[in-house]
């Protein structure tokens, strides 16, 4: 059976999965976005620059740890499922996120801050209309890797019960069937292609123009 | 007795005198200031008083405490003991956020924030402050004229500007909301040699304007003595001397201060004169550009001058005429479209030395819109010396 006709006979079946697959990526980008910056937030507030320092040689290392390693802990301890095939997604996921949310905010020049403070920002005016602004771009830079990395591990996690693309490319494997296996990883790395395309015009529309301007 | 008690009652009424003259005199006072830094005493018992208007230099080595005492103004930094009043109430009696929107503040990095345009990054303040977006308008445009950039500056972003500009839109931004009082940390250190004098000429002639009592941190005694109204020499967080630069130049407290001083005393007094005071009365040709070479080879033989300079519409400079000797008795005129100059608030060292390196005797003077304002004469000038 070629791989055309396996497709056009499972159509539903692989659009159904692909859905799937897609939300179990939105709820784990939304969720590791919040905790991820939110963490970041406070790691690099005033006087915890020491912290955001170890955090980012943390989360710098984390990078380094496989993925199945992840999953693995998660299913021992919490079990399978969609909610374990999450709450695995987005400890790994949180990993960019953060290394990314922590040095953005980390560079921001000391000298903008400070103008900023002088000049009378409140805590959160520094934050919001500073320390954030000027990070984005590395910011979304992290979000964008760990959309990437959500995607290509939700197809491991499906062993775990996840569901999603996962299960097309284990079966495939299981029953001999390269079609199905093709027919997975193909449309896990187009549903990975178009969420990076989307993240990009995001990133391209709120990344302030100042940052952008040609010298 | 009788005697004494009233020399008391006198000396008492006597303070009460000066005490309310100094509320009205001095817009910032600084009184016992100490800060330390765990064990280390970064400033100790500080005193200093500075007057409405004037700048006043805080100078000295590098870890003197001179910065540190400036961010105790607006406090960035928590003094420890001692008391900072400006215009009369403490410093601790106002909410530090609010404290900072009516101090203007300049730092050397300039810390414009770089996705702000010029025209936001001058807004900063008077947002905060909540102003009217019509009047916000008007001022920008207001201090954007003021900095001489032109106006279509505004919707540029820092990173489309030189350090001169950013300089420039850095002190624009700390006037933005008309402060009294404004704090700058060296705010030309990063500046090049040749643009950082231009800068300062544009400050003193802004300050002429705006008459703000300015704080001002420098390692630059050349930048100290030519700015500062009064300048305070510090060193291990005490203070050395607090005089004007003349008293410093001519009576340095000790031999610290004349070490920061150098060799060059003398030379460096020629740094108190502005260029300004200097023009000579004696008649100077100028002309409008539509005048032809002849006509002015006729004009200047009349007037037996070598030079003449020629002026557009508004006044402001825009070439030169000048004769030369080729043979005997022959003279030919020729053309400077950018003639040599100096600026009036340059210091007399400045156009001294622009008069040696160039080999003119005769130099145009102008403002900081270029509008000419007479010349300098290398033989007045010794004139006016030897008076």
Same mark, same amino acid.
């Given at each position: 059976m070629n791989l055309f006709q396996y497709i056009s006979e499972n159509f539903n079946k692989i659009m159904e999965l692909f859905v799937e697959h897609f939300f179990l990526f939105l709820f784990s980008i939304i969720i590791t976005t919040i905790i @991820?910056?939110?963490?970041?937030i406070i790691a690099t507030d005033e006087g915890r620059e020491k912290i955001g320092k170890t955090i980012l040689s943390i989360t710098g290392a984390a990078q380094a740890v496989p993925s199945i390693a992840v999953i693995a802990l998660v299913f021992i301890y919490v079990g399978i499922g969609k909610t374990p095939t999450i709450i695995s997604l987005i400890i790994y996921s949180l990993v960019p996120v953060i290394f990314n949310a922590t040095s953005g905010i980390l560079s921001v020049p000391k000298g903008v801050i400070e103008a900023g403070k002088g000049m @009378?920002?409140?805590?959160?005016?520094?934050?919001?209309?500073?320390?954030?602004?000027?990070?984005?771009?590395v910011i979304m830079g992290g979000i964008r890797s760990a959309a990437t990395i959500i995607i290509g591990t939700a197809v491991i996690a499906?062993?775990?019960g996840g569901g999603g693309l996962g299960d097309l490319i284990f079966t495939g494997l299981k029953l001999n069937r390269p079609e199905a296996l093709v027919a997975g990883a193909a449309s896990s790395a187009i549903l990975a292609i178009i969420i990076d395309r989307i993240l990009g015009y995001v990133e391209k529309i709120i990344t302030p123009k100042g940052l952008k301007v040609e010298k | 007795m009788m005697s004494d008690s009233n020399m008391n009652e006198k000396q008492a009424t006597e303070n009460k005198e000066n005490e &309310? /003259? #100094?509320? &009205?005199?001095?817009?910032? #006072?600084?009184?016992?200031?100490t800060k330390r830094f765990g064990n280390d005493v970064a400033v100790d018992k500080l005193n200093l008083q500075m007057e409405k208007g004037t700048i006043t230099m805080l100078i /000295?080595?590098? /870890?003197?405490g001179k910065t540190t005492t400036m961010k105790m103004i607006n406090r960035l930094v928590q003094l420890d003991e001692g008391e900072i009043k400006l215009e009369g109430t403490s410093v601790y009696d106002i909410d530090p956020v609010q404290l900072r929107r009516t101090i203007g503040y300049v730092i050397q990095e300039i810390g414009l924030f770089p996705h702000f345009t010029v025209y936001d990054n001058i807004a900063t303040v008077p947002r905060l402050l909540k102003w009217d977006e019509s009047k916000i308008k008007k001022r920008v445009e207001e201090l954007l004229d003021m900095v001489t950039l032109d106006s279509s500056y505004a919707y540029r972003y820092p990173l489309q500007l030189s350090g001169g500009e950013r300089q420039r839109v850095g002190l624009a931004r700390a006037l933005g909301a008309d402060p009294e009082v404004l704090l700058m940390d060296e705010p030309f250190g990063a500046i090049d040699p040749i643009n950082r004098l231009k800068l300062h000429d544009s400050f003193l002639e802004i300050q002429d304007e705006i008459k703000k009592t300015i704080v001002f941190v420098t390692h630059d005694i050349n930048e100290a003595i030519k700015l500062g109204d009064k300048v305070a020499i510090i060193r291990d967080g005490k203070l050395v001397q607090y005089a004007n630069s003349t008293e410093i130049l001519y009576n340095p407290a000790n031999k610290f201060v004349e070490n920061l001083l150098g060799q060059d005393r003398s030379l460096k007094a020629l740094t108190l004169k502005r260029t300004k005071d200097f023009i000579s009365s004696e008649d100077t040709i100028t002309l409008d550009k539509e005048i032809s070479e002849e006509e002015v080879l006729k004009l200047l033989q009349e007037k037996d001058q070598i030079v003449a300079f020629v002026l557009d519409e508004n006044g402001k400079l825009s070439g030169r005429y000048w004769l030369e000797k080729t043979r005997k008795d022959k003279v030919e005129i020729n053309y400077d479209e950018s003639p040599i100059l100096t600026e009036q608030n340059n210091t007399l060292n400045e156009s001294l030395s622009t008069m040696f390196s160039s080999g003119e005797k005769l130099l145009p003077v102008v403002n900081r819109r270029n509008k000419f304002m007479g010349v300098i004469r290398l033989n007045h000038i010794f004139e006016e010396f030897n008076k």
């Open positions: @991820g910056v939110s963490l970041s @009378g920002f409140t805590k959160n005016q520094i934050l919001w209309k500073l320390k954030i602004p000027i990070a984005v771009p499906s062993v775990i | &309310q /003259g #100094e509320n &009205q005199k001095y817009t910032i #006072e600084l009184k016992n200031v /000295g080595p590098s /870890g003197c």
